[in-house]
């Protein structure tokens, strides 16, 4: 069988753009909202929560992740509208379960104008992102072994080798641990792992793939394409966008072409500071990834950025 061309495969790819759309990606802001998920019994509820709500208000999921404050979702929606009701349903549910558990939460920030996402590319930069954004912040995680989100299930293994049980095959009792509610008629192809409903269950991986050429061109991009996150990242709020060695990086990038140094360790520390308010400011580099990429005394740092993180 002959493989597809480069502009066969691409052509494809625009096709279900088109045919699929409109996108938008919902992310509400991190950086205002306080800490929710503290363990593994919330993130279960959360995951939960967030594919009923995905079911209840017409949205197609092609790839999420949820953080300790904040949600990343690239949804399929005709307007707007859709991805508004579902952070209601969320914030509601999560007000009462945090209240239940005697941890009453601030939820007034968990809100967000939708982004529309307006061309191929721009779609798959931003799947990209959500499933970097755990591991851009926790040196434990990758894109693929975090459990809260669907960065597993893109050019991994198959879900049909995890072990799951179907959510309509559970007795009702089992149903409300799941939904922590009432009864909730839900697909029948939704299945039950590890105490929630599974990712795969909600999420389209099969045609969020497809959305890339292959997955040469998906690797390729979780590694590749920092200058576009940190676009992105100032579009969504969020802190931080680059690990140490994208941030160094873009530091040598910097060094070059500002100073003809081949790295910031050859540069003044005059000139060091100059950079590091280039990194911070447009890479959302904090002080402790400044510490470690340009070698700056800590109270230096301080100093220039007190309200850095």
């Not at 009462?96 to 005697?102: E, H, I, Q, T, V």
């Not at 790295?263 to 580099?285: E, N, T, V, Y």
Request: charged share 20%.
């Amino acid at each position: 069988m002959r493989n597809n061309s480069f502009a066969e495969k691409e052509s494809y790819c625009q096709f279900l753009f088109d045919q699929k759309g409109p996108f938008w990606h919902i992310a509400t802001p991190g950086n205002l909202t306080e800490i929710l998920f503290t363990d593994t019994d919330d993130y279960r509820y959360a995951q939960s929560q967030l594919a009923i709500g995905s079911v209840q208000c017409g949205l197609k999921t092609y790839a999420f992740q949820l953080m300790t404050n904040h949600l990343h979702d690239i949804v399929g929606a005709p307007s707007p509208q859709p991805c508004m009701d579902i952070l209601e349903f969320l914030a509601a549910r999560f007000k009462r379960y945090f209240s239940l558990k005697g941890r009453p939460v601030d939820l007034s920030s968990f809100v967000c104008e939708p982004l529309p996402i307006s061309s191929i590319q721009a779609l798959r930069n931003h799947i990209v992102y959500t499933h970097r954004n755990k591991y851009v912040v926790d040196a434990s995680q990758t894109p693929f072994s975090y459990p809260w989100g669907s960065g597993s299930l893109y050019f991994g293994e198959d879900p049909v080798n995890f072990k799951s049980t179907r959510y309509n095959d559970l007795t009702k009792r089992e149903q409300k641990l799941i939904t922590s509610s009432r009864i909730i008629t839900l697909p029948d192809w939704f299945t039950v792992r590890n105490g929630c409903i599974s990712p795969e269950s909600f999420c389209d991986w099969r045609t969020g793939k497809s959305f890339f050429r292959d997955a040469h061109q998906y690797f390729n991009m979780l590694g590749k394409n920092y200058e576009a996150y940190a676009e992105f990242a100032s579009l969504l709020g969020d802190t931080v966008t680059l690990t140490d060695e994208e941030l160094y990086s873009a530091a040598c990038q910097l060094a070059r072409q500002q100073y003809n140094a081949a790295s910031p360790s050859q540069l003044s520390d005059g000139a060091k500071k100059d950079l590091a308010k280039k990194l911070h400011f447009d890479h959302h580099a904090g002080n402790n990834q400044l510490r470690r990429i340009l070698k700056l005394d800590p109270f230096v740092l301080e100093s220039m950025f007190p309200q850095a993180q």
